[in-house]
């Protein structure tokens, strides 16, 4: 009989015992075509930003050319400026950011809750789907949408400062348009990574925080560290990424007394004074992941008492 300190998950994994060998539980993935997706909807406001330096400044600035040192091209190029600025930072941007943004991130809630749904109803032998709870995720999609509405709609703020530095003091250096054209074309770059590093991290944070909640809901208490077992992780020396941060390859290897590389999901890892470190936040464009820990399925806590 059920004792009131277990949780249903446990009451249901021994229900289940007899019918269950081991199972192994799979870490559950950011959805990657909701990531393109994403990502492709950000660098798209790169690409229409560029175009509108492309066709309407790149032209002021070759018309002015001969007028450099006589500072005579300022009304045009700040006309320029201030036209801009007030489209990319309109109120009307903003909602339009809102609405485009609340496609991927459900679709990746849904994505996550899915898998991590098909990886425990299977380790388990029964579907738990009724034992979900809606108010922790809600909070976590609430917040997420915030985060992601300001992270997008700060691309063109920090893609019209980039371009005033490069274009006011290639204009009063007297340097060529060509010149000052091809470092906007790599101020462009710059945004273009930068949208795609928001979007692969936005979806890992929201898949971690979604992952985290689900698990907590049924009462999983642990997870095992898995990060992506290659040189951008380890930073090996040899490799190709050297300079690598080592931080998750060490959390992963290391035993706090439940095991290697496991954690609780309520306190994560601790490393060289930071805390409450957790697979996928780790730092920014972290690719590990959590595999949830079920006693009796896939582990056995080396502290319970007999």
């Given at each position: 009989m059920a004792n009131q300190n277990q949780t249903s998950l446990q009451v249901l994994t021994e229900m289940n015992q007899e019918m269950m060998k081991k199972r192994s539980l799979k870490a559950v993935k950011p959805p990657e075509d909701i990531e393109a997706e994403y990502r492709g909807y950000m660098q798209s406001i790169v690409r229409e930003m560029a175009s509108e330096v492309k066709a309407g400044l790149l032209p002021i600035i070759k018309r002015n050319k001969s007028n450099y040192i006589k500072d005579s091209w300022a009304d045009d190029v700040t006309a320029f400026f201030e036209a801009f600025r007030a489209k990319w930072t309109s109120l009307l941007f903003r909602n339009k950011v809102r609405v485009q943004v609340q496609r991927p991130l459900s679709m990746a809630e849904s994505s996550t809750t899915a898998q991590f749904l098909k990886n425990v109803n299977k380790a388990v032998g029964v579907d738990v789907s009724g034992m979900l709870k809606r108010e922790g995720v809600d909070a976590i999609m609430t917040s997420a949408l915030q985060e992601n509405v300001s992270?997008?709609?700060?691309?063109?703020?920090?893609?019209?400062?980039?371009?005033?530095?490069?274009?006011?003091?290639?204009?009063?250096?007297?340097?060529?348009?060509?010149?000052?054209?091809?470092?906007?074309?790599?101020?462009?770059?710059?945004?273009?990574?930068?949208?795609?590093?928001?979007?692969?991290?936005?979806?890992?944070?929201?898949?971690?925080?979604?992952?985290?909640?689900?698990?907590?809901?049924?009462?999983?208490?642990?997870?095992?560290?898995?990060?992506?077992?290659?040189?951008?992780?380890?930073?090996?020396?040899?490799?190709?990424?050297?300079?690598?941060?080592?931080?998750?390859?060490?959390?992963?290897?290391?035993?706090?007394?439940?095991?290697?590389?496991?954690?609780?999901?309520?306190?994560?890892?601790?490393?060289?004074?930071?805390?409450?470190?957790?697979?996928?936040?780790?730092?920014?464009?972290?690719?590990?992941?959590?595999?949830?820990?079920?006693?009796g399925v896939n582990w056995e806590n080396p502290n319970k008492k007999a």
């Amino acid at each position: 009989m059920a004792n009131q300190n277990q949780t249903s998950l446990q009451v249901l994994t021994e229900m289940n015992q007899e019918m269950m060998k081991k199972r192994s539980l799979k870490a559950v993935k950011p959805p990657e075509d909701i990531e393109a997706e994403y990502r492709g909807y950000m660098q798209s406001i790169v690409r229409e930003m560029a175009s509108e330096v492309k066709a309407g400044l790149l032209p002021i600035i070759k018309r002015n050319k001969s007028n450099y040192i006589k500072d005579s091209w300022a009304d045009d190029v700040t006309a320029f400026f201030e036209a801009f600025r007030a489209k990319w930072t309109s109120l009307l941007f903003r909602n339009k950011v809102r609405v485009q943004v609340q496609r991927p991130l459900s679709m990746a809630e849904s994505s996550t809750t899915a898998q991590f749904l098909k990886n425990v109803n299977k380790a388990v032998g029964v579907d738990v789907s009724g034992m979900l709870k809606r108010e922790g995720v809600d909070a976590i999609m609430t917040s997420a949408l915030q985060e992601n509405v300001s992270l997008v709609t700060s691309l063109p703020d920090e893609y019209l400062k980039r371009i005033e530095s490069i274009v006011y003091s290639g204009m009063q250096q007297g340097r060529y348009p060509t010149a000052i054209a091809k470092d906007l074309q790599e101020a462009t770059g710059v945004s273009w990574r930068r949208a795609k590093l928001i979007a692969r991290d936005q979806v890992s944070k929201l898949n971690s925080a979604i992952d985290s909640e689900r698990s907590q809901n049924l009462g999983i208490e642990y997870y095992r560290w898995s990060t992506s077992s290659d040189t951008r992780v380890s930073g090996n020396p040899s490799g190709k990424y050297p300079k690598a941060k080592i931080k998750c390859y060490m959390i992963s290897k290391a035993d706090n007394g439940f095991g290697q590389g496991v954690y609780s999901y309520k306190h994560g890892a601790d490393y060289a004074g930071e805390n409450n470190l957790h697979p996928g936040t780790a730092h920014i464009g972290c690719r590990c992941r959590r595999v949830p820990l079920i006693e009796g399925v896939n582990w056995e806590n080396p502290n319970k008492k007999a």
